[in-house]
């Protein structure tokens, strides 16, 4: 295993995000957390660093939360996220192990080709998500060409951004001369937050978790077809008669004014029975509306659908709405 420095530079936008449990304000009797390379460099420009799984990254910096989400928006922004492991596989099985674990279909990706993909268990939950690259990978799995792979793991599902990988001694070398572009600007967690919930992307341990199957979580397109037919992956006799019946429940983005909702929040029907829960929301400054997901009974699931959320004991309206709610921009490299 390999832990290299990565940045992102985005057009459009890359994602991670944070649960509020594993993102607080430092203070002098916390446990002492992990630095990643750009540490200084991020305190040098502003950063206002919080604790984030056992690291110390920025949260933000001189810039407002909004000002730097709309910045990515329109512009371009350099996220750190030095803090994910990466992981080089090697030998001439190494496809054969990567599809023993994962839905994708590894065996067709051309070299410096990615996918993102999932690793699940036998009862069909998703374990986590990957990217697969070669040297220039985006959160969450990707193919090393004909040499090997390079497996790089973090919290959540998608992006649309590029992750470079460069040794820990290029690190602010790379970074200073990339924000010498005066439209690219530093960007933290909590943009990173509020980005990838207007893409809809899922946050491993809120929106999907092991209970929770690729189809419950409206991520079926994650599944490769031959790789379907086949049902060679874990949890398959699970996943595979989902994809042509019926799931109790379906993960399905939210949006409403008022009050933000948030994660725990509960979703009721329109005669005020609880049927689901909010699992990830937050006010969208691309929108100036509030944008959530959460799971609901699939009858729920069909956008258009009116349902009532709970926010600090208060019922409001909420309409169930198609995800991303902003268009995406994705640019792929053919």
């Known amino acids: 295993m390999q832990r290299a420095v990565s940045v992102v530079a985005r057009l459009g936008f890359r994602l991670q995000a944070f649960p509020p449990a594993l993102c607080r304000p430092l203070s002098c009797a916390q446990e002492v957390l992990r630095r990643t390379p750009l540490y200084d460099f991020h305190l040098a420009h502003g950063g206002k660093m919080v604790a984030f799984a056992g690291w110390s990254l920025p949260v933000q910096y001189r810039d407002s939360h909004t000002d730097s989400h709309l910045h990515t928006r329109q512009h371009c922004s350099l996220f750190d996220v030095s803090h994910m492991l990466q992981t080089k596989i090697l030998g001439s099985d190494r496809v054969k192990l990567m599809e023993s ?14 996918t993102l993909s999932l690793f699940t268990n036998e009862a069909g939950g998703i374990l986590d998500d990957l990217r697969k690259l070669p040297f220039m990978t985006s959160a969450v799995m990707e193919v090393f060409g004909v040499s090997g792979c390079r497996v790089t793991r973090c919290g959540y599902t998608g992006e649309d951004g590029v992750e470079i990988s460069v040794p820990v001694a290029g690190a602010v070398h790379l970074a200073t001369a990339i924000l010498k572009n005066p439209e690219v600007k530093l960007a933290g967690l909590a943009a990173r937050d509020s980005l990838r919930l207007e893409a ?4 491993y341990g809120n929106d999907i978790d092991e209970h929770t199957t690729p189809v419950e979580g409206s991520l079926s397109w994650t599944l490769g077809k031959r790789r379907r037919a086949a049902m060679d992956f874990p949890g398959a006799k699970v996943i595979v008669p989902q994809l042509k019946g019926r799931v109790q429940r379906r993960r399905v983005g939210l949006m409403c004014e008022g009050a933000p909702m948030r994660a725990h929040s509960p979703i009721l029907n329109m005669e005020g029975t609880k049927i689901g829960t909010v699992t990830s929301g937050c006010p969208s400054p691309s929108l100036k509306k509030n944008v959530a997901m959460g799971y609901v009974p699939c009858e ?11 926010v600090r004991r208060k019922q409001q309206m909420a309409v169930v709405s198609k995800m991303p709610f902003v268009p995406t921009n994705y640019y792929t490299l053919k």
């Open 300 to 310: 729920y699931s069909r956008p258009g659908t009116m349902l009532l959320v709970e």
């Open 200 to 203: 809809g992307l899922c946050l």
């Open 101 to 114: 674990l994962v839905v994708g279909d590894i065996a067709e990706l051309r070299p410096n080709q990615g």
